[in-house]
């Protein structure tokens, strides 16, 4: 079933040399690093898979850009380009640069949330049900239940499960729904991507109940490529008309542009009309991401978040990209590896509930299939499980998480195919002594986003 790998749509001009220590030194150096992958060095890895946030390469046009960025500290040019092309891509009145993703959430959420409301979602990214939670509200998921069986190929996993987002609503009373949060792609269901019909079936639901449509799109181009390839009736439709049509159902928009916009550092807050909402987030932003027409960014860093912007929806690129992803899920399907599938757009979640059955959830399987794959190839991953989710706020007890996925994401436009390669073969090697593989314990933690820092170890001893 393996699929043909899409070929790179440029050459390269730099290169970053890497380097492949032996599995006896990092061994050392994960023992070191108290098993969490984020305390490595990342030059003792040798493909970092981590994150595919702010790891992207960018062009020669972007980094042209940076020279000619503008360093203002107020109205400069490269401000006016960006302004001027987000607002063409996503027809919103107000945008807002400010420097990542959970800037954007900082800045909006606690106006829109508090103590005693609620945050529904498909499914909150990590710093999203921080910033909900941090604002004194909670944070409920609501993904349609398909999204919890890995082997079961949907075309969009990622979706609003509709009928329970009305209940909820209906529950809880819409007064006390502050938002509802439409993430694009689904990150933690596995990169899934949410069709356009879901998108405005919420915002439906939205308008009956008079609650804001929030539109987490660090991943928008990729869903939209999704809607492109997998929804009747946008075969023909571009990829920005696409674009235009989704974010057209919401409200507002919080954005990390260290994804799809091809940059590595950068975040996006749009608001489509609502002025008066958009004062109170100006004076927020001065505050906390300083003057306006910066946003705690570097004048070139707006210029190359312009310029990625336009290539993040190019058609070319996206079919690489996804290709990519593609290519190596169908590797893991010739050797029967459970991933959540279908791919989704940037990255490969293995399903380490499935590859470890003999570990529980509180034993973190995820993590423990993450250090595996550091110790086998040099491959840097994350847990997107129960490690990552955490503890209960009220009770304090371990949450189960779905699903205990470990992720390979891929960054844009930095690995081969050999690369990729070597991927599928180290976790064809795990699969292979998977009995032999153990669980861990923590044995720190901080209160929150608990994953990036804590300390944690073999449950064996070893
Ligand atoms: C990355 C991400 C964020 C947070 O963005 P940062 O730039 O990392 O602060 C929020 N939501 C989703 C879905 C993301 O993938």
């Given at each position: 079933?393996?699929?043909?790998?899409?070929?790179?749509?440029?050459?390269?001009?730099?290169?970053?040399?890497?380097?492949?220590?032996?599995?006896?030194e990092?061994?050392?150096?994960?023992k070191?690093a108290?098993?969490?992958?984020?305390?490595?060095?990342?030059?003792?890895?040798?493909?970092?898979?981590?994150?595919?946030s702010?790891?992207?390469a960018?062009?020669?046009?972007?980094?042209?850009?940076?020279?000619?960025?503008d360093?203002?500290?107020?109205?400069?040019?490269?401000?006016?380009?960006?302004?001027?092309?987000?607002?063409?891509?996503?027809?919103?009145?107000?945008?807002?640069?400010?420097?990542?993703g959970?800037?954007?959430?900082k800045?909006?959420?606690?106006?829109?949330?508090?103590?005693?409301?609620?945050?529904?979602?498909?499914?909150?990214?990590d710093?999203?049900?921080?910033?909900?939670?941090?604002?004194?509200?909670?944070?409920?998921?609501?993904?349609?239940?398909?999204?919890?069986?890995?082997?079961?190929?949907?075309?969009?996993?990622?979706?609003?499960?509709?009928?329970?987002?009305?209940?909820?609503?209906?529950?809880?009373?819409?007064?006390k729904?502050?938002?509802?949060?439409?993430?694009?792609?689904?990150?933690s269901?596995?990169?899934?991507?949410?069709?356009?019909?879901n998108?405005?079936?919420?915002?439906?639901?939205?308008?009956?109940?008079?609650?804001?449509?929030n539109?987490?799109?660090?991943r928008?181009?990729?869903?939209?490529?999704?809607?492109?390839q997998?929804?009747?009736?946008?075969?023909?439709?571009?990829?920005?008309?696409?674009?235009?049509?989704m974010?057209?159902?919401?409200?507002s928009?919080?954005?990390?542009?260290?994804?799809?916009?091809?940059?590595?550092?950068?975040?996006?807050?749009?608001?489509?009309?609502?002025?008066?909402?958009?004062?109170?987030?100006k004076?927020?932003?001065?505050?906390?991401?300083?003057?306006?027409?910066?946003?705690?960014?570097?004048?070139?860093?707006?210029?190359?978040?312009?310029?990625?912007?336009?290539?993040?929806?190019n058609?070319?690129?996206?079919?690489?990209?996804?290709?990519?992803?593609?290519?190596?899920?169908?590797?893991l399907?010739?050797?029967?590896?459970t991933?959540?599938?279908?791919?989704?757009?940037?990255?490969?979640?293995v399903?380490?509930?499935?590859?470890l059955?003999h570990?529980?959830?509180?034993?973190?399987?995820?993590?423990?299939?993450?250090?595996?794959?550091?110790?086998?190839?040099?491959?840097?991953?994350?847990?997107?499980?129960?490690?990552?989710?955490?503890n209960?706020?009220?009770?304090?007890?371990?949450?189960?998480?779905?699903?205990?996925?470990t992720?390979?994401?891929?960054?844009?436009?930095?690995?081969?195919?050999?690369?990729?390669?070597i991927?599928?073969?180290?976790?064809?090697?795990?699969?292979?002594?998977?009995?032999?593989?153990?669980?861990?314990?923590?044995?720190?933690?901080?209160?929150?986003l608990?994953?990036?820092?804590?300390?944690?170890?073999?449950?064996?001893?070893?």
């Amino acid at each position: 079933m393996s699929k043909k790998y899409v070929a790179e749509p440029f050459r390269i001009k730099m290169v970053e040399p890497i380097k492949m220590l032996t599995r006896e030194e990092r061994e050392k150096k994960i023992k070191e690093a108290d098993y969490n992958l984020f305390n490595l060095k990342s030059e003792d890895v040798y493909i970092d898979l981590l994150t595919d946030s702010g790891t992207n390469a960018m062009s020669q046009e972007q980094w042209a850009g940076v020279m000619k960025g503008d360093e203002a500290y107020a109205g400069g040019s490269s401000y006016f380009k960006l302004l001027d092309t987000a607002k063409e891509i996503f027809d919103y009145k107000y945008i807002q640069p400010v420097h990542q993703g959970r800037a954007a959430e900082k800045v909006l959420f606690p106006v829109l949330l508090g103590e005693g409301k609620y945050s529904i979602s498909n499914m909150h990214f990590d710093t999203t049900r921080a910033h909900v939670e941090l604002s004194g509200a909670r944070a409920i998921d609501c993904v349609v239940p398909e999204a919890g069986d890995p082997a079961k190929r949907v075309p969009f996993k990622g979706n609003m499960d509709l009928e329970k987002l009305e209940k909820l609503i209906e529950k809880h009373g819409s007064e006390k729904i502050g938002v509802i949060v439409m993430t694009i792609t689904n990150n933690s269901a596995g990169g899934q991507p949410v069709s356009m019909q879901n998108i405005k079936k919420t915002a439906e639901i939205c308008n009956k109940y008079d609650i804001p449509l929030n539109i987490d799109a660090a991943r928008y181009a990729e869903n939209a490529y999704f809607i492109k390839q997998r929804e009747k009736g946008f075969e023909d439709k571009s990829i920005k008309e696409i674009v235009k049509e989704m974010f057209s159902y919401a409200d507002s928009f919080t954005m990390s542009a260290k994804k799809d916009t091809i940059v590595n550092m950068g975040g996006l807050l749009g608001i489509k009309n609502n002025e008066e909402l958009f004062q109170k987030l100006k004076a927020r932003t001065i505050s906390y991401e300083g003057f306006l027409t910066y946003g705690g960014l570097s004048g070139r860093d707006l210029e190359s978040l312009a310029i990625g912007l336009r290539e993040g929806l190019n058609e070319d690129y996206l079919e690489y990209r996804i290709g990519q992803i593609q290519y190596l899920a169908g590797r893991l399907d010739e050797a029967g590896i459970t991933y959540q599938a279908p791919a989704g757009g940037h990255g490969i979640f293995v399903d380490a509930k499935d590859m470890l059955p003999h570990i529980p959830y509180y034993e973190y399987p995820g993590q423990a299939l993450a250090v595996e794959l550091y110790k086998e190839a040099g491959i840097r991953t994350c847990d997107i499980g129960s490690y990552m989710l955490g503890n209960d706020p009220d009770t304090g007890e371990q949450l189960e998480a779905d699903f205990e996925f470990t992720r390979l994401a891929i960054p844009r436009r930095v690995y081969t195919q050999a690369h990729i390669d070597i991927m599928a073969d180290a976790l064809i090697a795990i699969k292979e002594k998977a009995q032999k593989v153990g669980g861990y314990e923590i044995t720190w933690e901080p209160e929150i986003l608990r994953h990036f820092q804590a300390s944690l170890k073999p449950i064996d001893g070893e």
